[in-house]
Nanobody, 120 residues
Framework: QVQLVESGGGLVQPGGSLRLSCTAS????????MTWHRQAPGKQRELVAT???????GYADSVKGRFTISRDNAKNTVSLQMNSLKPEDTAVYYC??????????????WGQGTQVTVSS
C-alpha cells in the first residue's frame, strides 16, 4: 500500500559528501516519523537519523555533526545529507516511514536500500 524508493547512493572518497533521498507513495494519509537506517556487511541494521512530522530530528552518535536529515511533508520525501564521509559509513542505507493510510490503517514501510561506499 505504501512504497518507499531511495536514491542517491554511490561511491565517494573519504571526506566527500553524498545526499540520499527517499520518496513515499501510495495510499498515504499522513506520515509520522521518517528514519534512515544502515546495514554494513556482517553487522546489524542500525538507526542513523530520525525526523518527525514537526521537524524534530535525532542522530546516532556516530554521525552527529556530519549528517543532516530533512523532509518535505508535502512531497512525502526525506533526505539525508552526508558530509565528511568515512570508510566506516559504508553500508546499505534504508529509509523507513511510519504513518496512516487513507483507509485509516497504520503502516510501517521500508525502502529497498541504496548502497553507499566510502573508499579511496
Amino acid at each position: 500500500q505504501v512504497q518507499l524508493v531511495e536514491s542517491g547512493g554511490g561511491l565517494v572518497q573519504p571526506g566527500g559528501s553524498l545526499r540520499l533521498s527517499c520518496t513515499a507513495s501510495g495510499s498515504i494519509f499522513s506520515i509520522y516519523t521518517m528514519t534512515w537506517h544502515r546495514q554494513a556487511p556482517g553487522k546489524q541494521r542500525e538507526l542513523v537519523a530520525t525526523i518527525t512530522s514537526s521537524g524534530s530530528s535525532g542522530y546516532a552518535d556516530s554521525v552527529k555533526g556530519r549528517f543532516t536529515i530533512s523532509r518535505d511533508n508535502a512531497k512525502n520525501t526525506v533526505s539525508l545529507q552526508m558530509n565528511s564521509l568515512k570508510p566506516e559509513d559504508t553500508a546499505v542505507y534504508y529509509c523507513n516511514a511510519v504513518g496512516l493510510t487513507t483507509a485509516t490503517a497504520s503502516f510501517r514501510s521500508w525502502g529497498q536500500g541504496t548502497q553507499v561506499t566510502v573508499s579511496s
